[in-house]
């Protein structure tokens, strides 16, 4: 029976995890929230990486065979270091669209919304230096959103003054393509669609980010579980509102899993 492990810095990851639910549901699943430490968009190099490395550590002594790194910022400061150090386990990790983006933009204005930490890295800084043609990309860090939606805002009047200012240089610079650059965005997609129009192309990676995962499984030979199957919600914060939050933002990782949960302490 495969057990896969998906971890962010908090709630993100669930947008992860969801597609994985709908792609590759035969699977039981851990998913751990960091959400005592986060956000990690604005802490060192040295402490996402060393963070990253040791959630990976604990999820596979909870049994996990295979993990998602399902954080923008911890793939760009981490994911070399945890396959280093990890090189049994298929490890997977999202980062932002921008070779999708690119084929789909017809203006070749591209607006990238993620983390601090994640547009200086020199894994993202690679990836734009790796691209050819002449797109322009406007970088734009989400400071300020993740602790709201963190806390569950995901359409307050709060947050929708804070991302109307993030947007701002999108709709100045006239985009046509927005890369959702971590992945507690994509749960502000009903705003960001308010703010910028149904004209806009919205790039997320979950879905490519679980087909390479199903890739790395097969490859792995890691084979599917019979039921029942279960997802365990971790959280280092508050497991409890994990869950509730969980079953606002993803209702049917609901249907066909068993569930458990619990707050864990991580050191
Ligand atoms: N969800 C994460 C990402 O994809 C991290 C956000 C944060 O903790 O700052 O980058």
Redesign the pocket.
């Known amino acids: 029976m495969a057990t896969i492990g998906v971890f962010?810095?908090?709630i993100?990851?669930l947008t992860v995890l969801n597609e994985a639910l709908r792609q590759a549901p035969s699977h039981h699943y851990i998913y751990l929230a960091d959400s005592a430490n986060?956000?990690?968009?604005?802490k060192s190099s040295d402490w996402v990486a060393q963070r990253s490395l040791d959630l990976c550590h604990w999820l596979v002594r909870e049994g996990c065979q295979a993990l998602v790194v399902?954080?923008?910022?911890?793939?760009a400061e981490a994911i070399a270091h945890i396959r280093h150090e990890m090189p049994a386990i298929p490890i997977i990790g999202?980062e932002p669209g921008i070779k999708p983006a690119v084929h789909q933009s017809t203006n070749h204005k591209v607006g990238v919304l993620?983390?601090q930490?994640?547009l200086k890295s020199d894994k993202f800084n690679a990836l734009l230096a790796s691209l050819e043609g002449d797109c322009e990309f406007i970088p734009q860090a989400g400071l300020g959103l993740?602790p709201l939606i963190e806390s569950g805002q995901i359409d307050s009047s709060e947050i929708e003054g804070l991302l109307r200012q993030h947007l701002q240089p999108f709709q100045d610079a006239g985009i046509d393509t927005l890369v959702l650059?971590?992945?507690?965005?994509p749960f502000l997609t009903p705003l960001i669609r308010k703010i910028l129009g149904d004209g806009i192309q919205l790039i997320d990676t979950s879905e490519a980010v679980v087909k390479q995962l199903s890739r790395k499984l097969e490859e792995f030979q890691l084979l599917q579980s019979a039921p029942p199957r279960t997802i365990r919600f971790y959280s280092t914060l508050d497991a409890n509102g994990l869950v509730q939050l969980a079953k606002q933002l993803i209702p049917s990782a609901f249907e066909q899993h068993s569930i458990e949960t619990s707050t864990v302490f991580i050191s």
């Not at 986060?38 to 604005?42: Q, R, V």
């Open positions: 962010d810095s908090g993100g990851g986060a956000p990690y968009g604005e399902a954080c923008n910022t911890a793939t999202v993620a983390t930490n994640t993740v650059g971590c992945t507690h965005y």
